[in-house]
């Protein structure tokens, strides 16, 4: 069997893509000295595949954003109001990305929205009336004869056609139907310059096909694919899906005239038996997604060589290959040096899961595949505990009755005693929490891990930025307040180093969206909170003013969703655990005076199953009762707040609203307060935020900007429960953005307010 993999993390193992992009922005780095680092590293991660013994290896899998702007770009999907700004080509690709403000124009950035249920984002393409689809970029084709001139020929991975056209926006009149011809043509137009270069195989990657599919959909995506294919010379096609099973078009995929099929056997509950049922046709090759692409946990070779050997009865061709991109694991256990030999014998992160298929690879070559010693060694991992269990934590969770999970008296009884004793304005403004983290901050903190200053200093140092940063609101105008989270590197990570059964790491970066990376915790075992997390800032920062100050946590659903999460029990278990943690946060901070505690679930939506028949069964029906586990055991007068961003609540609006939260916080600003409508449809009782403007662009929005917005949202919600916020934290953006774009916040909620 030959070896794959769909995709290569690209932000470099240190992260050097995002600080030289970052560079960019700021003018410090030149467009070429940007392009030769990216060369660099492409060339690097060739190589490391190469040497691991890769035999199909990616290539446009690079990308300086995100691979859906790039398609989108490479296909002239690109809205006018770009082409407009007369700037060169990356610079009007990093305008569709950031958004620009500046003596060329002033336009926001396209839609972000969650990359199905992972922790990355994607940049929504937008398909306008004027729009011409053509092949009209470069970039695949560079990368692959750059590949080339190191001497390894990569299989070229392009977002598909079906997937594209699905998550695009269509602005206009036009629909799907109207661009289907051209955008066959301009896939006809890859093919053929991709074998007039001598490309082997091309990938197209299809994760959409895993979703529910209507009749249409299957037959707009036949249509697409007879037409691709129509002519596709001596290159083969693999068709690459990812993240579940393609139950709905099993049958039309093989009939259609793909060399390759790429099926997940990871996330795809019924992809054997599929190909059990239906069969494989002889003349294709299956790309079989063996090792999890999205997990860090070792391959267990046993069952894995079990599920090839059962395939084989029925596959002739077989390749192994990834679930998915390793873009959502980090780099290299290499990179860990505080990790015992103990806990990394049970990880493996992208350049470990190379070394595990070449394994794979190598057992599956003998005669008897279990007396090799690589899945002898294996197979002892697997056979001894790992040391990860904590009964107390277990019987908690064992003991919970179904009142655990209410909290009492009821909504509108709370809405009544809290609005007599906060005593807000109409629209009272706030903040979603995190305030930027300049360079004194991450200075403090890196000072502090590495030993250069003690404990005491560096907590000193935080309260000082607290106390200036409570100072800063109240001079904005702001009505409720926050302490700004000076001491916390990651809304999930920080909560992670401080609950017991998780394992930090160093430089586990992985790539969010953009240049923004996050380090996910791993939870190793059983998890409990031993002393208070966050308490003592949040009673600094409460003293320092007479204004409500926000307590600040991140929700059980969003710390699990946003953490690698354990193997050995369910999703289930593990978040009623974390809840029972935070629980005991939320109930400490009201003892010391919080009288509203946020409770992010920013995450919540991002594990939810493809397939609507899953939502509440494998998902809803516990991850929302873990967030009311949370703050059920508050009093009537503590306000509970959450947050959430960056994806689609319309279809899940009646469980948010049964959160039983007081307020809740939506990004809204990037997809043009289409929730607004939404919330009034649904009868939504809970008090809203809708945000007022994108805090993942630079830009600085004007008054009449964020009035309008708010007079929007008015025509859709009750002025009683209107808040109003950015879509999200600013820990991103810089004092030059955040200060400017926060008094006009102010202002134009105080000329709305007057208004009213």
């Known amino acids: 069997m030959k070896t794959s993999v769909i995709g290569y993390p690209r932000v470099g193992g240190l992260r050097e893509l995002k600080f030289a992009t970052e560079k960019y922005f700021k003018n410090a780095i030149s467009q070429e000295e940007l392009q030769d680092l990216s060369l660099n590293l492409k060339r690097t991660h060739w190589q490391i595949q190469k040497e691991n013994g890769i035999d199909y290896i990616s290539s446009n899998d690079f990308s300086f954003y995100d691979n859906m702007l790039d398609t989108a770009v490479l296909l002239n999907a690109v809205p006018n109001r770009y082409k407009e700004l007369g700037l060169d080509s990356l610079d009007k690709y990093f305008a569709m990305a950031r958004g620009y403000q500046g003596e060329k124009g002033d336009v926001k950035a396209l839609a972000m929205k969650k990359w199905f249920n992972t922790n990355y984002h994607y940049m929504v393409p937008e398909i306008d009336d004027d729009a011409e689809i053509s092949l009209s970029g470069q970039k695949p084709f560079d990368e692959f004869r750059q590949a080339q001139e190191i001497g390894i020929k990569t299989k070229p991975a392009i977002i598909g056609a079906f997937t594209f056209l699905k998550l695009a926006r269509f602005t206009g009149e036009k629909t799907i139907a109207d661009v289907v011809a051209d955008v066959v043509r301009a896939y006809q137009d890859i093919l053929s310059r991709f074998a007039d270069m001598g490309a082997e195989w091309i990938q197209f990657d299809e994760?959409?096909?895993?979703?529910?599919?209507?009749?249409?959909?299957?037959?707009?995506?036949?249509?697409?694919?007879?037409?691709?294919?129509?002519?596709?010379?001596?290159?083969?096609?693999?068709?690459?899906?990812?993240?579940?099973?393609?139950?709905?078009?099993?049958?039309?995929?093989?009939?259609?005239?793909?060399?390759?099929?790429?099926?997940d056997f990871v996330e795809g509950k019924k992809t054997l038996n599929l190909i059990k049922v239906s069969g494989f046709p002889t003349e294709k090759t299956l790309f079989a997604g063996v090792v999890n692409g999205k997990n860090i946990w070792r391959n267990n070779y046993s069952k894995t060589i079990d599920l090839l050997i059962e395939l084989s009865e029925f596959c002739q061709d077989i390749v192994l290959n990834t679930s998915c991109s390793l873009l959502h694991v980090p780099y290299s256990l290499k990179n860990e040096n505080n990790l015992s030999d103990k806990h990394k014998m049970h990880l493996a992160f992208a350049q470990e899961k190379l070394t595990e298929l070449t394994e794979l690879k190598s057992i599956l070559s003998q005669s008897d595949p279990k007396s090799s010693p690589e899945y002898k060694e294996n197979a002892d991992l697997f056979s001894k505990a790992r040391d990860c269990e904590n009964k107390d934590v277990q019987d908690a969770v064992l003991a919970l009755k179904q009142d655990d999970f209410v909290r009492h008296p009821s909504f509108e009884e709370r809405e009544k005693i809290q609005k007599a004793e906060f005593n807000l304005p109409l629209l009272p403004t706030t903040t979603i929490g995190s305030f930027p983290q300049t360079a004194d901050v991450k200075a403090n903190r890196s000072d502090y891990k590495k030993g250069n200053i003690t404990f005491d200093q560096y907590t000193a140092f935080n309260k000082k930025k607290i106390a200036e940063c409570i100072a800063l609101q109240e001079e904005i105008g702001l009505d409720v307040l926050v302490h700004g989270e000076f001491e916390r590197n990651d809304m999930v990570e920080y909560f992670g180093e401080n609950l017991d059964g998780y394992l930090f790491t160093e430089k586990a970066w992985v790539q969010s969206y953009g240049t923004r990376c996050v380090k996910p915790p791993i939870v190793w075992g059983d998890v409990s909170r031993t002393k208070p997390m966050t308490v003592e800032h949040s009673a600094y920062a409460q003293s320092t003013t007479s204004k409500f100050v926000k307590g600040m946590l991140t929700g059980p659903v969003t710390i699990l969703n946003w953490s690698f999460p354990r193997e050995d029990i369910s999703l289930k278990e593990s978040a009623?655990?974390?809840?029972?943690?935070?629980?005991?946060?939320?109930?400490?901070?009201?003892?010391?005076?919080?009288?509203?505690?946020?409770?992010?679930?920013?995450?919540?939506?991002?594990?939810?199953?493809?397939?609507?028949?899953?939502?509440?069964?494998?998902?809803?029906?516990?991850?929302?009762?873990?967030?009311?586990?949370?703050?059920?055991?508050?009093?009537?007068?503590?306000?509970?707040?959450?947050?959430?961003?960056?994806?689609?609540?319309?279809?899940?609006?009646?469980?948010?609203?049964?959160?039983?939260?007081?307020?809740?916080?939506?990004?809204?600003?990037?997809?043009?307060?289409s929730i607004v409508k939404t919330l009034r449809e649904s009868g939504f009782k809970t008090q809203v935020g809708p945000g007022v403007y994108d805090i993942h662009s630079p830009r600085i929005p004007s008054v009449t900007e964020i009035k309008d917005a708010l007079i929007k949202m008015l025509e859709n919600i009750p002025k009683e429960k209107l808040w109003v916020n950015p879509d999200c934290g600013l820990k991103t953006r810089g004092n030059e953005e955040t200060i400017p774009s926060l008094k006009n916040l102010v202002a134009a909620a105080k000329d709305v307010r007057e208004s009213l």
């Open 207 to 263: 994760p959409a096909l895993v979703m529910d599919l209507s009749s249409d959909d299957v037959q707009l995506l036949s249509d697409l694919y007879n037409g691709i294919l129509a002519d596709k010379g001596s290159t083969k096609v693999l068709l690459q899906t990812y993240f579940g099973d393609i139950r709905d078009c099993y049958n039309d995929v093989m009939n259609l005239p793909f060399d390759g099929v790429g099926l």
């Open 576 to 673: 009623l655990q974390i809840a029972l943690a935070i629980r005991c946060e939320v109930l400490d901070l009201e003892a010391n005076g919080i009288k509203i505690i946020q409770i992010d679930e920013a995450a919540l939506r991002e594990k939810l199953p493809l397939r609507k028949s899953d939502w509440h069964s494998e998902y809803l029906d516990w991850a929302i009762p873990a967030f009311r586990l949370v703050h059920s055991g508050v009093n009537a007068k503590t306000q509970i707040h959450t947050h959430m961003c960056y994806s689609e609540f319309a279809d899940i609006i009646k469980d948010i609203d049964n959160m039983d939260a007081d307020v809740i916080t939506f990004e809204a600003a990037r997809s043009d307060l």
